[in-house]
């Protein structure tokens, strides 16, 4: 069965700094990689999605993230957080088939202060 | 973008009475729909996969009786708490898959008094 590690359950970072947010994951095959933002309110917005191809994906609101399948690894980067990239962030993998049986990480909860 | 949208947004009710929140998919058809629940400081647990038109499979460990889901048409889909009790207090999320990507509700805060 597949799995999602994200060690980090709280992360505080200054406005205009980089930002990373590690996920780790645990599936036999090649996975299906997502990482989705929850806002209090809102529905979780898909940020980037990697398929197939190119490791290094380019999402949503400036975000990127690398696979890296020897480190069992996706981790969400971004070069300069604004305050409004505070909020909760969630690490998921999926089977064969993209959105079926998606597995999702505890979450790391992202607090930016100026 | 596509919207998914969830009726009530929170709700508090008795222990023994039932509850259905709704997921609706605003501008597109949703063949499949999920249903998740949320604990505090908890990922997101898949509950149950809603099938347009057939019935709905559920994940290992939840009770099909209690947690009753109908997905009568392609934009609506819904849960309900049967006999709900205090342990049921959760936020339950919908999700709905469009234009290749998984689009989700805002959530329902359920409390069980």
């Known amino acids: 069965a597949q799995s999602v590690t994200q060690p980090d359950i709280h992360i505080t970072v200054s406005e205009g700094a980089s930002l990373e947010l590690r996920c780790n994951y645990s599936y036999g095959a090649t996975p299906y990689l997502f990482w989705y933002v929850q806002s209090p309110g809102q529905g979780l917005q898909l940020l980037l999605k990697?398929?197939?191809?190119?490791?290094l994906v380019q999402g949503i609101k400036g975000f990127e993230a690398e696979f890296k399948r020897s480190q069992s690894s996706f981790n969400l980067r971004k070069p300069s957080v604004h305050w409004s990239d505070a909020a909760e962030y969630f690490c998921?993998?999926?089977?064969?088939?993209?959105?079926?049986?998606?597995?999702f990480g505890t979450g790391t909860k992202l607090q930016v202060i100026p | 973008g596509a919207v998914v949208s969830q009726h009530p947004s929170r709700v508090i009710c008795k222990s023994g009475t039932s509850v259905k929140i709704e997921c609706r998919s605003l501008d597109f058809q949703a063949t499949t729909m999920f249903w998740y629940r949320q604990f505090p400081k908890k990922s997101l647990m898949l509950m149950a996969t809603s099938n347009e038109g057939s019935k709905a499979t559920y994940e290992q460990g939840v009770e099909k009786d209690k947690f009753l889901i109908n997905h009568a048409s392609l934009t609506l889909s819904t849960l309900t708490v049967t006999s709900a009790h205090p342990e049921d207090s959760s936020f339950y999320i919908c999700?709905?898959?469009?234009?290749?990507?998984?689009?989700f509700g805002p959530g329902t805060r359920l409390t069980v008094l």
């Open positions: 999700s709905a898959i469009g234009s290749d990507e998984q689009f």
């Open positions: 998921a993998v999926g089977a064969s088939g993209g959105y079926q049986k998606v597995t």
């Open positions: 990697y398929f197939s191809g190119d490791t």
